[in-house]
């Protein structure tokens, strides 16, 4: 499933989140690697350092310090004085694999590397709808771009320290234009639009993954809506041991529909999620964490 959010400042964002899994551990960090082809366009490459994160976040060029682009992001008004956008810094794309995969993790690593793969399909196609504005003699159109400059930081725990693999892939607010020869402001509305698409895309590829590996899949659906695939021969009450997330889900959606009278969009579930997330980590080692999650598995 993907999930975004677009994010002004973000200036704490990789080192108070991103560099934990979700939980803090003293001495340990999560590197993120460079990805996509703005990326390499900028000479980023490997593992992702905390001045090449500021920088792009920034709009600079990590290895000069110029900014790149020939606009400044900030808020823009109407002649009322009325907001109608927020400068954006960058964005959170976030692909969470479904749950009977986490479980199954825990005993085969296999399974993160299939995790990993279908990502990197995922993102291929997110970069084939990346675009920017053309604003050149009076137009106001939208150009593809083909190319994202992503971060990407794979965390393997929610809050909750329930097993949760999932990526977020956060891309600044740059993209190429060829055809100007010049940096801009990402257009990401075609990136919205296919959200839908696109998490169809990530579970196609992990599913082909993981049927390599031998394993047997099937569709899963809540309050009437896709939620991906399980593993057979993996009871649903073991994934409901590790699925205090999805049970904060559930009832933030059930007080939703009664509040309002329908189900929320997929949108509204996403801002929900976030919503109900606890605001500071746990304090704990990794080697504790699995240790406590392999023992529910008994």
């Known amino acids: ?131 920017a504005r053309i604003r050149r003699d009076g137009a106001n159109d939208t150009r593809v771009t083909s190319n994202l400059v992503i971060a990407r930081y794979d965390h393997d725990t929610s809050r909750e320290l329930d097993p949760q693999i999932h990526s977020h892939l956060v891309a600044a607010n740059l993209t190429y234009d060829g055809a100007e020869g010049r940096w801009k402001a990402l257009q990401a509305s075609a990136i919205y639009e296919r959200r839908e698409y696109l998490s169809e895309v990530y579970r196609n590829a992990l599913a082909r993954e993981v049927t390599a590996l031998g394993y047997k899949i099937e569709d899963r659906f809540e309050h009437g809506k896709d939620r991906g695939f399980g593993i057979s021969g993996i009871a649903e009450a073991t994934l409901e041991k590790y699925s205090r997330r999805s049970a904060q889900r559930d009832q933030a959606i059930a007080e939703f529909l009664e509040a309002n009278g329908r189900l929320p969009s997929n949108g509204e579930i996403a801002q929900l999620v976030r919503d109900t997330r606890a605001e500071k980590l746990t304090s704990i080692s990794t080697a504790e964490v699995k240790a406590r999650q392999l023992a529910r598995l008994d």
Do not use: C
């Open 1 to 131: 499933m993907l999930t975004i959010k677009a994010m002004t400042g973000g200036e704490t964002y990789a080192a108070h989140h991103l560099s934990n899994n979700d939980y803090y551990a003293v001495g340990e960090t999560v590197t993120g690697q460079w990805m996509g082809r703005g990326a390499e366009l900028l000479g980023l490459e490997g593992a992702v350092t905390m001045e090449q994160f500021d920088a792009v976040r920034q709009g600079l060029d990590p290895s000069t310090g110029e900014f790149l682009r020939q606009r400044v992001s900030a808020d823009r008004f109407n002649a009322a004085g009325e907001k109608l956008a927020t400068a954006r810094n960058l964005y959170d794309f976030t692909i969470s694999a479904p749950k009977a995969l986490s479980v199954q993790s825990l005993e085969d690593p296999r399974l993160i590397a299939a995790h990993s793969a279908a990502v990197a399909e995922t993102v291929a196609e997110m970069e084939s709808v990346a675009g």
